[in-house]
């Protein structure tokens, strides 16, 4: 069976760090690409970041370049989102899916893990 289990979220300071983890059980993550994504109350899903499959290149929104990361580790079949220098605009569902490339469509989604960015 197909699964994409999120965590890692939880409540932090502004200025603070989260690192979310998505782990991949039924198939092998580093064939794929695979996105972050995010929904805060009352706005749409948008995408956050994205690794490339093969030679694993990273995109990113522009409101989250030089704060987030996005990695892989293919041993432990998980992709990683690194959240630095969190603001409280970060507040929102995060959700790791695979997608057929980076920028087209979602394949399978996670669960999502709350993220929420408050003093």
């Known amino acids: 069976q197909v699964q994409l289990v999120e965590s890692g979220g939880g409540l932090v300071q502004p200025g603070g760090s989260l690192r979310l983890s998505c782990a991949a059980s039924?198939?092998?993550?580093?064939?794929?690409?695979v996105g972050w994504f995010r929904q805060a109350p009352g706005k749409e899903r948008e995408g956050v970041s994205c690794?490339?499959?093969?030679?694993?290149?990273?995109s990113y929104t522009d409101s989250v370049k030089g704060r987030f990361t996005i990695s892989r580790d293919n041993a432990k079949n998980t992709v990683y989102l690194q959240m630095n220098s969190l603001k409280p605009e970060d507040t929102a569902v995060y959700y790791c899916?695979?997608?057929?490339?980076?920028?087209?469509?979602?394949?399978?989604w996670g669960q999502g893990t709350q993220v929420t960015v408050s003093s």
């Open positions: 899916a695979t997608v057929r490339r980076c920028g087209a469509q979602v394949v399978y």
């Open positions: 039924g198939f092998t993550l580093n064939y794929v690409a």
């Open positions: 690794i490339s499959r093969g030679d694993d290149s990273t």
